[in-house]
């Protein structure tokens, strides 16, 4: 069964904490990125990844880092959490093999609802 | 730029009537579209794409290039099919696109 996990469902963290989530995969997948979800927003891109070591940013990228030493470990990272980044973060995966990358589909994680006081 | 539009934020049926979640795109060059779901307390999944034309949970989607459009369409709405759906179009480096969403509530 295909997984993404999240490090936590739930987390509370205080304005100017440095904020680490966590996101694992275990389908070898070589592509793996970080959204937030906001009502009536829709999920937007922070920061994706297609290998070990690359990074690329998304549309919001500002106020957020990203690290993956790993193939199957993605690491979203608030150097110094904000109370506009009160959101839900949802990490996902997908696999780069063909026959055709569009019909590689993005399997999510469960999301890791973050609020920052 | 690659741009998905959901014009509506919630849509409401009765169990039993037609339902059709829109979607209009804007992307240069042959566009390759999605349609996402998340069930209550359930992860994002994938419900179908445009290139496989199949149903699935008697959902179906019609590319339309002309309208760039993509709506979602299923004749008979059930319960359990309330749930927030999302279009999304797909990129390079396999990045997608997301709209914004539409909750679609089927009242019994």
């Known amino acids: 069964d295909v997984k993404v996990t999240q490090s936590s469902r739930y987390l509370v963290k205080r304005t100017g904490e440095k904020v680490f989530l966590e996101c694992v995969q275990d389908?070898?997948?070589?592509?793996m990125f970080w959204y937030r979800q906001d009502p009536g927003l829709g999920l937007r891109l922070i920061y994706f990844?297609?290998?070990?070591?690359?990074?690329e940013k998304g549309d919001i990228p500002e106020g957020y880092s990203v690290s993956r030493e790993k193939k199957e470990r993605f690491s979203l990272i608030l150097e110094s959490a904000s109370t506009n980044q009160t959101s839900m973060y949802l990490c996902?995966?997908?696999?780069?093999?063909?026959?055709?990358?569009?019909?590689?589909?993005?399997?999510f994680g469960p999301g890791t609802r973050l609020t920052v006081l | 730029a690659q741009r998905v539009t959901q014009p509506e934020k919630l849509l409401s049926v009765f169990k039993g009537a037609p339902v059709e979640l829109k979607c209009n795109y804007s992307?240069?060059?042959?566009?390759?579209l999605f349609w996402y779901v998340q069930y209550s307390r359930q992860r994002l999944q994938l419900l179908l794409r445009?290139?496989s034309r199949e149903s699935i949970k008697g959902f179906t989607a019609d590319l339309n290039k002309g309208e760039t459009s993509f709506h979602l369409k299923k004749p008979f709405a059930q319960e359990e099919d309330s749930a927030m759906y999302y279009c999304?179009?797909?990129?390079?480096?396999?990045?997608?696109?997301f709209g914004s969403g539409t909750k679609l509530n089927v009242k019994p």
């Open positions: 996902a995966s997908s696999s780069s093999r063909p026959p055709r990358l569009a019909n590689n589909e993005q399997f």
């Open positions: 389908m070898d997948h070589e592509n």
């Open positions: 990844s297609y290998d070990v070591k690359m990074k």
């Open positions: 992307y240069s060059g042959s566009p390759e």
């Open positions: 445009h290139i």
């Open positions: 999304a179009i797909f990129s390079y480096f396999n990045k997608f696109y």
